[in-house]
């Protein structure tokens, strides 16, 4: 995908395989911030929270949605209820068009209105565009 190779489980490579729509998977388990991703970003959120563990002690809990529509709200609930802090790692190149934006924004709101999230985020969410990520 995007001229980048990955591993694959045994499971997933099978012709048989079936992949789950509307379900999100925990690719990382964490305990001090949730991590967000969807397609190509899953890949990057697990080398920052790899690099965030091995320089500052920070456990990460990486979440692939997989999809977003249907979204998976009830991952990403358990996941912050557990970790207090939420980043969305989105992909949104600068020259984005209007769906990518909206689709941004729409998980962004999806993850606000999942109340009873608030108070127990230790700071508010926020979208972490592209080019600000390492």
């Known amino acids: 995908m995007y001229g980048q ?7 997933v490579a099978s012709p048989d395989f079936l992949l789950p729509i509307g379900k ?14 969807h397609s190509r970003m899953v890949g990057l959120s697990l080398d920052v929270a790899e690099k ?3 320089e500052q002690g920070i456990q ?9 529509r249907p979204l998976d ?7 912050v209820k557990k970790t ?11 020259s984005s068009s209007r769906q990518r934006l909206w ?7 999806r993850r606000e209105a999942a109340r009873p ?16 990520q390492p």
Do not use: M, Q, W
């Open 5 to 11: 190779s990955f591993k694959v489980s045994k499971e």
């Open 24 to 37: 999100a998977k925990v690719e990382r388990e964490g305990t001090d911030v949730t991590i967000v991703g």
């Open 52 to 54: 965030l563990y091995k």
């Open 60 to 68: 990460c809990e990486v979440i692939n949605l997989r999809s977003i």
């Open 73 to 79: 709200i009830d991952t990403i609930k358990a996941s």
């Open 84 to 94: 207090n802090r939420c980043v969305l790692f989105l992909l949104s190149p600068a």
């Open 103 to 109: 689709g941004r924004a729409r998980v962004a709101g």
């Open 117 to 132: 999230l608030p108070p127990r985020l230790r700071a508010s969410s926020r979208l972490t565009p592209r080019h600000l």
